[in-house]
């Protein structure tokens, strides 16, 4: 069967001399398929998904003691974090993952074993700060990524420059390459996939992942874009590999220097204080060309930033001028 969604079947049927035409209508896509047996319409609905993100579903829990406070800002100070730039109810909902990934029943506990481990800092760590991702993550935004605002970057006599901010394993950045290696738009591009946890970007680096992982790929991309290695993991190929460049940091503490085309940063400002998200969107509107595009959460909303205008769900672009 073809895939179900138009902006992973649209350069395949290209390849086997199929006209595609696209129009659109309130939540639906129709995708009208012209070749040398004449034409067939089909509609797809790319409605978001009935069942929300849990990130969408926050419920206000008791502060942080004193204890458990010294503890997050021990813990995140030894990764090169700052606890300060978090909300506490974020910190307060993922310390008792914390604790069983560090199979402790108290801060105290959590110390100890931290004390007598060091190496175990990068589990505790990512399991405060979630991590979340998948490929092709929302349908509807890789559909305005791939019908959009990549031939509108593509149209640029430079090559585009995106950055994916908080890019967990890859998923994203590599989704992006996987877009922009259909639109023949991948060649001298410079991607940039960047977290605060080092064994996150180290995974991602490796490209290896599991048939769960895989799900929402086509099977024609599957064969094109990823090698098999053995019944249960599958590895992206050297030449997305290659395209992609990774870096552990900071975005709260070490922005990234250059002007881009593009800019993911979807579902972390949710977890930052009203400062720290504030200055993020100071940051990506000064980061982003005139005519860039930034790419945040459902949930999120750039409001400090004077210069960025929605342009659909879950985009902004910066005005020109």
Not at 73 to 93: I, K, V
Not at 269 to 284: D, I, V
Request: glycine content about 8%; aromatic content about 8%; some cysteine.
């Amino acid at each position: 069967m073809p895939p179900s969604r138009p902006a992973w079947c649209w350069d395949a049927l290209g390849r086997a001399g199929m006209h595609l035409q696209v129009t659109r209508l309130n939540k639906y896509r129709h995708v009208v398929f012209s070749g040398p047996h004449g034409s067939t319409a089909r509609v797809v609905n790319l409605a978001p998904p009935g069942a929300r993100d849990p990130a969408e579903h926050r419920h206000a829990q008791a502060p942080l003691s004193e204890d458990e406070e010294h503890f997050c800002r021990s813990l995140f100070a030894c990764a090169g974090l700052d606890a300060d730039a978090y909300r506490p109810e974020s910190l307060r909902r993922r310390l008792r993952a914390c604790l069983r990934a560090l199979r402790a029943g108290s801060v105290l506990e959590a110390r100890r074993t931290l004390a007598a481990n060091p190496s175990l800092v990068h589990v505790a760590v990512s399991a405060m700060v979630i991590g979340v991702s998948s490929f092709f993550r929302d349908a509807q935004v890789f559909d305005q990524l791939a019908f959009d605002v990549l031939p509108a970057i593509g149209r640029s006599p430079r090559p585009p420059r995106v950055w994916s901010v908080g890019c967990s394993e890859g998923y994203e950045p590599y989704s992006v390459a996987i877009l922009l290696a259909e639109l023949n738009l991948l060649d001298g591009c410079y991607l940039l996939g960047t977290d605060c946890r080092g064994d996150a970007i180290r995974r991602a680096r490796e490209g290896l992942f599991d048939a769960a992982a895989l799900r929402h790929v086509p099977q024609p991309w599957v064969e094109r874009y990823f090698a098999q290695q053995d019944e249960h993991s599958w590895r992206i190929v050297r030449g997305l590999r290659t395209a992609v460049q990774w870096r552990t940091a900071d975005v709260t503490r070490m922005p990234e220097p250059g002007t881009w085309d593009l800019i993911l940063c979807r579902n972390m400002a949710m977890y930052l204080r009203p400062e720290a998200s504030g200055k993020l969107w100071e940051l990506f509107e000064r980061a982003l060309r005139p005519g860039g595009y930034l790419v945040l959460g459902k949930a999120e909303r750039p409001t400090s930033a004077r210069r960025l205008s929605p342009v659909g769900p879950c985009l902004f672009r910066r005005d020109r001028g």
